[in-house]
């Protein structure tokens, strides 16, 4: 069965501090790989994609290791509007259009 | 940028009913998905579809059934609903080829009593 672990936390971090979530994956033919937000009672946006070069944006910046499947998505200098679930995700395997989602971290972030 | 539409926010419904749920997207996208969302169970696939007349079944379709009759629009019909399809339903587009990145509508929460 392809599944993605997290980390459910919560994780509760001041202001100004800097977090990192986690993530693995089961299934070795996916191809592509994501980390989406979800704000309560709202649905889930496409925050980045991940590549196996790293890749940032402002203060995210998500990596992939093909080798341990494993992804990791790192928030600098958090701040009061990045309190949201997290969620990890990875596409299926050749001609699968399916992803499969991660259930999610939780992070508070405390004034 | 992409828009994703539900045809109700929130719903109640009483157990027995056959119930529409309406997704409709403007972006010319191929593949559209319909998804529920529990707590401690995550999202889960319904069905998808990945042109128009075409549907294939995700993790969990037993209980409900899909239509898609216009590449823009993709309903999800819970023919006699019970009360374990109380949920968050949500519906996902995708542009095909290989980005895989999906788009969501803002989900309707249905309550079946």
């Known amino acids: 069965r392809k599944e993605v672990e997290q980390d459910p936390g919560p994780f509760n971090v001041p202001e100004g501090a800097t977090v990192a979530f986690n993530c693995t994956y089961s299934?070795?033919?996916?191809?592509?790989f994501f980390w989406y937000r979800q704000d309560c009672r709202k649905e889930p946006k496409l925050l980045m994609s991940v590549y196996s070069s790293g890749n940032e944006d402002g203060r995210f910046t998500a990596q992939l290791n093909r080798a341990s499947q494993y992804i990791s998505l790192l928030i600098r200098d958090s701040k009061l509007s990045d309190s949201a679930t997290y969620l990890c995700?990875?596409?299926?395997?050749?001609?699968?259009?399916?992803?499969?989602f991660g259930k999610g971290t939780k992070l508070s972030v405390i004034p | 940028d992409v828009k994703v539409t539900q045809s109700s926010r929130y719903l109640v419904k009483r157990t027995g009913e056959k119930v529409f749920l309406e997704c409709v997207q403007d972006m010319d996208h191929e593949n559209m998905f319909w998804y529920r969302q529990d707590p401690g169970l995550g999202l889960r696939l319904i069905y998808f579809s990945y042109d128009v007349k075409m549907k294939e079944k995700g993790d969990i379709p037993e209980g409900y059934s899909v239509s898609r009759e216009k590449k823009e629009r993709f309903s999800l019909i819970l023919e006699s609903a019970s009360t374990n399809q109380t949920s968050m339903y949500l519906c996902a587009t995708e542009g095909g080829g290989s980005s895989y990145e999906q788009y969501f509508g803002p989900g309707t929460r249905l309550t079946v009593t």
């Open positions: 299934n070795s033919a996916s191809q592509s």
């Open positions: 995700v990875s596409a299926g395997g050749a001609g699968s259009y399916q992803l499969t």
